[in-house]
């Protein structure tokens, strides 16, 4: 029964010594960056109302969230998402707020996903919610607020794929598809089977014009002018073609901001959270298997809580980057050379002042009690290394 304590529950782990010390690390980077764009830190319960992520809201699947009861028989979940939850607190403490809020959150998420998909239950999450502005000038700078965060962790080599969610609406809506044949293609796309995407559309009657837009969302583009030919096209129909405008203008403006190179165009991107109304993406590296970032443009969330405001923001996914870096080889200015100060109980008065001022200095500085009777001053000099050491006589030997 003792060993069993010892263990977490299955999809949750510890972190502990260097790997901490790596992700406070590039919190801590992140967070500096993220307030210096005016960013101000929110924090929202670990746990809510399941209302709060129920179907309506188009967040997690009922079947993966953690449910259980207050005393009041109130169904409540842990959070599987912090944005619903930022929404909520948005509505709530700037409800007739007309110039842009910005906001930021740091916290743990938890999905009851299976267990066979390898994926943790709880995970760390670094993410900013910018409310009030809908322009896409507020979409660049959530890109470029992305790509500055993870060249400030160390990654060099990594891919933003963006998409727009009106490109997906736009051809369900002129392709007239039922809302089940609209489900059936959505889980093809999202699944990147781009096969079975071609024979579901070979079973309906769609001009050519229509196919062409549809094959738009199999490809990857590193620049608009690879689609610029198909814009006549797309002028029929002025959801999608406003769709691929708004990428156009949008790749403008982060040439601006000097991260174009990071980005890439994926034109079928979809989410699984369905409050996603505009722009939509997620960052790629080398090393994890997973997105490092997800974000998008949620227009119509907060007015779910009583708040008509567009809203975009992002979730850095904490532990897919400390797994990255360590997969690349990246090592992080860790703060590691700690001195040590060895005493006796006799000589603890200088002992406790000298790491007092070590520490002020900034020093990390750990204080040990000799032992006189079972060890020498050589045995914790092979245990700890270099000594800051308080000798016998009462004193301070550095």
């Not at 293609?185 to 079973?203: A, P, S, W």
Request: glycine share 8%; charged share 25%; net charge negative.
């Amino acid at each position: 029964m003792q060993n069993k304590l010892l263990h977490t529950p299955e999809g949750v782990r510890d972190i502990y010594n260097d790997e901490c010390e790596r992700k406070q690390y590039i919190l801590s980077k992140m967070r500096s960056i993220i307030c210096s764009y005016g960013y101000r830190f929110i924090e929202t319960p670990t746990f809510e109302f399941f209302d709060i992520f129920g179907k309506e809201v188009g967040t997690t699947p009922s079947k993966e969230l953690y449910k259980f009861f207050d005393r009041e028989g109130n169904t409540l979940v842990l959070r599987p998402d912090i944005t619903p939850s930022v929404a909520r607190a948005a509505a709530k403490y700037f409800p007739i707020e007309t110039t842009p809020v910005r906001l930021c959150y740091e916290g743990n998420v938890f999905i009851n996903n299976n267990s066979y998909q390898g994926r943790l239950k709880e995970s760390s999450q670094l993410g900013v919610e910018f409310i009030g502005d809908n322009s896409v000038d507020a979409d660049s700078e959530i890109i470029a607020l992305v790509v500055k965060n993870l060249r400030a962790v160390g990654l060099e080599q990594f891919q933003i794929s963006i998409g727009h969610a009106d490109l997906f609406r736009g051809l369900i809506k002129v392709a007239e598809f039922a809302e089940e044949e609209a489900e059936q293609l959505r889980t093809l796309i999202i699944n990147k089977n781009f096969f079975g995407v071609d024979e579901f559309l070979l079973q309906h009657h769609l001009s050519q014009e229509l196919r062409q837009l549809f094959a738009m969302l199999g490809k990857m583009y590193d620049s608009p002018k690879e689609w610029q030919q198909l814009l006549p096209v797309a002028q029929k129909y002025p959801e999608i073609y406003h769709a691929l405008c708004h990428l156009t203008h949008l790749y403008e403006l982060l040439e601006v901001y000097d991260v174009a190179k990071y980005v890439s165009f994926e034109l079928g991107l979809l989410s699984a959270y369905r409050y996603y109304t505009g722009i939509l993406f997620s960052g790629y590296t080398f090393g994890s298997g997973e997105p490092i970032v997800k974000g998008g443009r949620y227009d119509g969330l907060l007015s779910y809580f009583g708040k008509n405001a567009p809203a975009i923001g992002f979730a850095l996914m904490t532990d897919q980057l400390l797994i990255a870096l360590e997969r690349q080889k990246i090592d992080l200015p860790l703060q590691k050379d700690q001195e040590v100060v060895l005493f006796t109980p006799e000589n603890r008065k200088i002992a406790v002042a000298t790491a007092e001022e070590l520490r002020d200095a900034g020093k990390i500085v750990s204080l040990v009690r000799m032992d006189l009777g079972t060890k020498s001053v050589s045995d914790y000099t092979e245990q700890y290394g270099t000594l800051k050491q308080i000798v016998l006589d009462g004193e301070y030997n550095g």
